[in-house]
């Protein structure tokens, strides 16, 4: 089944209502969703599920199902399971969301900054990284640091655009990631464009202006492999 995803058009919804499709051993499947399932290095969304009594249903993680389309909401372990037709209000943990979708922007900013194919990356409520495929020598924390905060604080508005497939094949440079290719098949692919800095394919969840970033720390830089030069960032504030 197909469940819509309000988060794609706007990240910034922390509450709605939604109807139960199915309850699987794995999860909950609704009609729609604001809970980002994990993907793209962007761990699934945690909130609550509240049924028409007021129960709670702690939602301790959002997977993918099956279909890319298909979210399954994990109930915390003991928890209720819902029924399927039955109408539910759905609250984020709209704190932990917020501080991964500063992060996951500021991951966007960082893959300009540091000028080289990225070869991983992880994002976490309290910090986030990419891995380069450059020399050590070529990155300096401070100058790292430097140079993303001040994009940030000059600020720019983040969009969302999309492009069909072929499209995107006739612009392989879009891709800088080496080992996540966007998902093909759908027919169209989901850019995030930050005007003249970046543009590139991108399901996550951002948020609407750099400057709600406020600015990065550097927490450190280490070698993970030959191909993985490691840039940890965590939020200053
Ligand atoms: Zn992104």
């Not at 709605?16 to 199915?22: F, H, P, R, S």
């Not at 072929?166 to 996540?180: G, N, R, Y």
């Not at 290719?181 to 543009?199: A, C, E, T």
Request: aromatic share 4%; charged share 25%.
């Amino acid at each position: 089944m197909t469940t819509q995803l309000l988060f794609r058009e706007d990240a910034y919804l922390e509450r709605t209502t939604a109807q139960v499709l199915a309850v699987h051993e794995r999860g909950i499947e609704l009609d729609r969703t604001l809970f980002y399932p994990l993907g793209g290095g962007q761990p699934g969304d945690t909130g609550v599920l509240i049924r028409a009594s007021g129960e709670r249903i702690a939602v301790a993680d959002t997977r993918k199902g099956a279909t890319p389309d298909e979210v399954m909401h994990v109930p915390a372990a003991g928890a209720a399971r819902p029924e399927p037709g039955e109408s539910v209000t759905l609250e984020l943990d709209w704190a932990r969301r917020y501080a991964l979708m500063r992060l996951h922007t500021a991951l966007h900013l960082l893959s300009c900054v540091v000028p080289a194919p990225v070869s991983g990356g992880n994002i976490a409520p309290e910090k986030a990284r990419l891995d380069f495929d450059i020399d050590m020598s070529a990155l300096d924390a401070a100058r790292i640091e430097r140079e993303t905060n001040a994009l940030i604080a000059a600020g720019a508005r983040t969009e969302t655009l999309w492009i069909t497939d072929a499209q995107l094949d006739a612009q392989p440079e879009l891709v800088k990631t080496m080992s996540v290719q966007p998902p093909r098949g759908v027919g169209r692919v989901r850019l995030l464009k930050i005007p003249g800095i970046d543009l590139q394919p991108c399901g996550g969840t951002h948020v609407r202006d750099i400057a709600e970033i406020g600015a990065i720390r550097v927490l450190r830089i280490r070698s993970e492999g030959k191909r993985n030069k490691r840039v940890e960032i965590a939020l200053a504030s």
